[in-house]
């Protein structure tokens, strides 16, 4: 198969945990061939196909030099037998944007996944709101006077943006309310801004865990993603140390209700986010800790991947 990956420049890839570069590598190893492009390198003329400027490579094995560029070509989407959209947040409009143009592509024959209207449909904080049976007492307002009245009845919060990634944004406001008007007006801008607001939860002593559904079904292993010292935040990019662990019999069961549902909208890839019990996100963008879970487990999580790639490219 010809695979497109639509992604970050290749150039800032750190290889030794990306989850785009797993996908490749394995990819590569039975046979596919492997193209990349950036967002910005989508576009569509009148009377033509939605195109890309993209990169034939070749992957070399080689931590330094890791991909070597076979040449540049500008391409229908719809030639390929695989496009996958694997841009890192944060979801703008460029993003936005970039979903309809893939939705055409999809309407003149590309295979694309994630689906673009799913990407569309699930914001990755928001969407847990459709399942409340699976998570924690939350908010989405951007009136000040409803996040004072939550902070009041469950004491101790988290806020954060809506737009926001790799823990970016994220404050915690004990029973104290110390802090809560100042950091209202930074993430609320005057109501400009919406706000999601949590009630603590004190399982994240013990990992936010993020566990990864491929097509409808649970990977078997979680990477627990744990604050430490007095950070309150788990994600890796902001110092959490990352545990891979067999799925709990909790969060495998949460996996295998949602992931059915998210796989028929078109999310062959999904990342869950799980503090204790909740779900806290639900990653499609681009879902990563392929490399960490492989490397602590020796569960191939890429191999994984690759296979339901392949069985839904055969399928559709």
Known sequence: MNLLFIADPLESFKIHKDTTFAMMREAQRRGHAVAACE???ISWQRGGKVSALVRDIVLTGDAGQWFTEQGTRRVALADFDGVLMRKDPPFDSEFFYATHLLEQ??????????????????????AIMEFPEFIGPTLVTRDAQEIRAFHA????????????????????????????????????RDGAQSVMVQKFLP????????????????????????????????????????????????????AEALGPVLMQR????????????SVTEI???SPTCFQEIYDQTGCDVAALFVDALEQELSDN
Do not use: W
């Open 283 to 285: 990653n499609v963008t």
């Open 153 to 188: 009845e469950h004491q101790d919060i988290i806020l954060k943006p809506l737009d926001g990634m790799g823990g970016m944004g994220i404050f915690r406001v004990g029973a104290d309310g110390r802090n809560l008007g100042s950091i209202i007006e930074t993430l609320n």
């Open 39 to 41: 967002v910005q390198s």
């Open 203 to 254: 399982e994240i002593v013990d990992g936010d865990k993020r566990v990864l559904v491929i097509g409808g079904k649970p990977v078997p292993y979680c990477l627990a993603r744990i604050p430490q010292g007095n950070e309150v935040r788990g994600n890796l990019a902001a110092g959490g140390k990352g545990v891979a662990q067999p799925l709990s019999d909790q969060d495998r069961a949460t």
């Open 266 to 277: 078109g999310l062959l890839l999904v990342g869950l986010d799980i503090i204790g019990t």
């Open 105 to 126: 592509a999809q309407r003149e024959g590309a295979k694309v996944l994630n689906r673009p209207s799913a990407l569309r449909e699930h914001p990755e904080k928001l």
